[in-house]
């Protein structure tokens, strides 16, 4: 909201009609200040949406003006929402500026909440439902509480909160990103120069040099970070159970490398990714898409890329479809990857254990692959497979999202028919069949023709029942071109294939 004439006019830009979002993404993250609980009240559509989503009470609560609960008088753990980021800064005034309970050397004292919704409506996000966190209840707060009931929202807690909204899809965590960079972890070493001449400096000057000596003795009762293994556990077990549709934006942990006097990725995370895709509940991991590095620019010291890659792919979703990538998309930011990577270690972290990498090419910046760890497949598919790099084509994100997006579409499409159709009815294949072939013909599905492209045989096991086995062949990204070029007789021939 911006203030004009004296204060005498107050001027709020916000959309006309809210519109359905071809990608819903949820984020969470630390609001610090104030909280203008008019200004959310001032958004009736938004509060119908929360009621929709199982929220009633709560928007009861606010409208009365009862702030006796906790999380109602802080708005924490509650989805909002949002369809543009002046909502949020309307709402939320001084996230953006305000000190966070926790800062690093190289994260600063600033939540990154801020930033990255800035990020995700400027790279070309429509809907984005947004949940404060406390700052007190560390990572613990991203997590669910033991006692979850998704049926119960008042028992729901950090992500178990967003799960409950059935058009879902994305779900990213900014500031638990930004918890788990050590509070030390030093900074790449400055060129030592010349002493300059004494002078008087007025004390606001921040001067070259003082950054990493700051705040020393706060910095030794910062908490450390949690392991990954204890946050991907806490992730995975239930989108794996609950939302098997979801995908969570996770920027893997820094770590200092005394070799290369810089941060770096850290290889424990590594190590441990690699250990839980080794076990029993390795494909669970298809649910999280692995991002580095961070992002650093002239406004802020470093912050997370998932707000960009979020509104990417929100914006293809809504032009091209949720079933094609983002990668090789400028991304709109000012900041650049931070620590760059070699060349090398882009195609090392590419290939094993699966990261999409930000980076900055011909004055651009851009994810070069949405990369996943395992395929983006139930692990029957492909458990008992001689040759498992035949499956590689499958561990891209945006398979995963599109298969998460015929999940449910057939949701919305078997709630409709329940109560007006007898299962004798022959409409509902015809309707299956309508809603498969405009994928294929979109480019969704491969194939020549349509009956290349799925099957749907219908069994039924009892009286009164409707059964639809369904077969799909998904259109697989091209990762890799392979032109080979043959002289047979002194002619040249030319063979294209992609793997």
């Not at 609001?31 to 989503?53: D, K, S």
């Not at 009286?463 to 070029?485: H, K, N, Q, S």
Request: aromatic residues 8%; glycine residues 8%.
């Amino acid at each position: 909201m911006e203030w004009m004439m004296g204060s005498r006019i107050a001027l709020t830009p916000r959309p006309i009609q809210r519109r359905r979002a071809a990608l819903e993404v949820a984020m969470l993250g630390h609001c610090p200040g104030r909280v203008r609980f008019e200004r959310l009240l001032a958004l009736p559509a938004a509060l119908e949406e929360m009621r929709g989503a199982g929220y009633g009470e709560a928007v009861d609560a606010l409208l009365a003006g009862d702030h006796s609960d906790t999380n109602i008088g802080g708005l924490t753990h509650l989805p909002i929402p949002l369809q543009s980021s002046t909502e949020f800064h309307d709402i939320f005034p001084d996230a953006a500026s305000d000190k966070s309970s926790y800062f690093s050397v190289l994260a600063g004292d600033r939540a990154w909440l801020a930033q990255a919704v800035d990020d995700f409506f400027v790279n070309g996000g429509e809907k984005l439902w947004l949940v404060k966190i406390p700052q007190d209840e560390g990572q613990s707060g991203f997590l669910p509480a033991g006692n979850t009931l998704l049926h119960d929202t008042r028992s729901l807690r950090g992500i178990a909160t967003v799960l409950v909204i059935p058009s879902l899809a994305v779900l990213a965590m900014p500031d638990l990103e930004r918890l788990q960079v050590p509070a030390k972890l030093p900074n790449i070493p400055r060129v030592r120069q010349n002493n300059p001449n004494p002078q008087f400096l007025p004390c606001a000057t921040d001067r070259e040099g003082d950054q990493d000596l700051l705040y020393n003795s706060e910095l030794e009762a910062m908490p450390n970070p949690r392991t990954l293994n204890e946050l991907l556990q806490g992730i995975l077990s239930l989108l794996g159970k609950r939302r098997p549709d979801v995908q969570c934006l996770f920027t893997l942990p820094l770590s200092y490398s005394g070799e290369l006097d810089s941060p770096t990725i850290d290889q424990q995370a590594l190590d441990r990714i690699s250990h839980i895709r080794a076990g029993g509940s390795g494909h669970l991991l298809r649910h999280v898409q692995f991002l580095f590095p961070y992002l650093r620019g002239p406004r802020f010291s470093l912050r997370s890329p998932v707000g960009l890659i979020a509104g990417q792919q929100a914006a293809v979703a809504h032009s091209q479809g949720p079933w094609r990538s983002m990668a090789a998309r400028s991304l709109a930011t000012d900041a650049l990857p931070y620590p760059k990577l070699s060349t090398t270690e882009t195609i090392q972290l590419r290939e094993k254990p699966g990261v999409g990498i930000i980076q900055h090419r011909s004055d651009k910046v851009s994810l070069d692959d949405e990369r996943l760890v395992v395929p983006a497949l139930h692990p029957a598919d492909y458990a008992g497979a001689i040759d498992r790099q035949s499956f590689n084509g499958f561990r891209s994100a945006e398979v995963m999202r599109f298969l998460g997006f015929i999940r449910r579409q057939l949701q919305i499409l078997g709630e409709s028919l329940i109560f007006n159709i007898d299962y004798r009815d022959p409409r509902p294949r015809l309707l299956l069949e309508q809603f498969l072939r405009r994928l294929h013909k979109q480019g969704a599905l491969r194939g020549a023709l349509p009956e290349d492209a799925f099957s749907i045989t219908e069994t039924s096991s009892q009286e009164g029942v409707m059964l639809y086995e369904i077969m799909l062949a998904p259109a697989l990204p091209i990762d890799r071109l392979f032109l080979t070029f043959t002289n047979q007789n002194g002619e040249w021939h030319g063979d294209l294939s992609n793997v």
